[in-house]
């Protein structure tokens, strides 16, 4: 077998011992119900361990993670996960998390051509387009890219409020809100992007005031 897999498989049993050891009741707890009541899409960046960030355990946090948490109305899995969390696990919150330093929003920020991939991140070049004017009045680099991180995160906020999934929902009158906040790799710490998504009402309000600080 693969060293690196020895060293998992180890790794895996240091865990699960250790776990046992505080909590002996905590593996069968995990095999009897997931009910969590919010679902995280985060971004794929290994530096960014949902449940971890967060101080959650496993069962309190439904996550979808893909390359710059993008929510695209035409991914399946995404939108599956989604489907799942609000339907049947009746979610309360849909949290975006983006973070700061990206490596798929600097991809999309430079041009840069990784192959297959460039195709999602056009999604990226799409929000930049949209928001060309306030970010060319960032004259900083590195603050003009964290704004696009953070605009990122607001757009994909209003993915999710847009898909027919929170349209029936909200239609039903289920309570479910839609939530953006960033993380930083540079503190650990999370930041409230004070984008919420509650109702329908709630997007016209979210572009009426992107409007008014102007695009």
Same mark, same amino acid.
């Given at each position: 077998?693969?060293?690196? @897999?020895?060293?998992?498989?180890?790794?895996?049993?240091?865990?699960?011992?250790?776990?046992?050891?505080?909590?002996?009741?905590?593996?069968?707890?995990? $095999?009897?119900?997931?009910?969590?009541?919010?679902?995280? @899409?985060?971004?794929?960046?290994?530096?960014?361990? *949902?449940?971890? @960030?967060?101080?959650?355990?496993?069962?309190?946090?439904?996550?979808?993670?893909?390359? *710059?948490?993008?929510?695209?109305? $035409?991914?399946? %899995?995404?939108?599956?996960?989604?489907?799942?969390?609000?339907?049947?696990?009746?979610?309360?919150?849909?949290?975006?998390?983006?973070? +700061?330093?990206?490596?798929?929003?600097?991809? *999309?920020?430079? %041009?840069?051509?990784?192959?297959?991939?460039? %195709?999602?991140?056009?999604? @990226?070049?799409?929000?930049?387009?949209?928001?060309?004017?306030?970010?060319?009045?960032?004259?900083?680099?590195?603050?003009?890219?964290?704004?696009?991180?953070?605009?990122?995160?607001?757009?994909?906020?209003?993915?999710?409020?847009? $898909? $027919?999934?929170?349209?029936? *929902?909200?239609?039903?009158?289920?309570?479910?809100?839609?939530?953006?906040?960033? +993380?930083?790799?540079?503190?650990?710490?999370?930041?409230?992007? %004070?984008?919420?998504?509650?109702?329908?009402?709630?997007?016209?309000?979210?572009?009426?005031?992107?409007?008014?600080?102007?695009?």
């Amino acid at each position: 077998m693969d060293n690196k @897999i020895e060293v998992l498989l180890r790794k895996n049993k240091e865990w699960a011992k250790s776990v046992k050891t505080g909590d002996p009741d905590f593996f069968t707890k995990l $095999t009897n119900v997931q009910n969590p009541e919010l679902l995280w @899409i985060g971004c794929s960046d290994s530096r960014v361990p *949902a449940n971890e @960030i967060v101080g959650l355990l496993p069962g309190e946090l439904f996550v979808h993670r893909n390359v *710059a948490n993008l929510v695209v109305q $035409t991914d399946l %899995n995404c939108l599956s996960v989604i489907q799942y969390a609000v339907d049947v696990l009746k979610v309360k919150d849909i949290i975006v998390c983006g973070h +700061y330093g990206c490596g798929g929003v600097h991809s *999309a920020f430079v %041009n840069n051509k990784l192959g297959l991939i460039d %195709n999602w991140l056009r999604n @990226i070049k799409d929000v930049m387009e949209k928001y060309q004017k306030k970010l060319s009045a960032i004259k900083d680099e590195e603050k003009r890219l964290d704004r696009l991180c953070e605009l990122n995160v607001m757009e994909q906020v209003i993915n999710v409020a847009q $898909t $027919t999934i929170l349209e029936d *929902a909200w239609n039903r009158g289920q309570n479910v809100a839609v939530h953006g906040l960033i +993380y930083s790799l540079k503190d650990g710490m999370l930041r409230d992007l %004070n984008v919420c998504i509650r109702n329908f009402s709630d997007i016209t309000e979210f572009y009426n005031n992107i409007k008014k600080a102007g695009k």
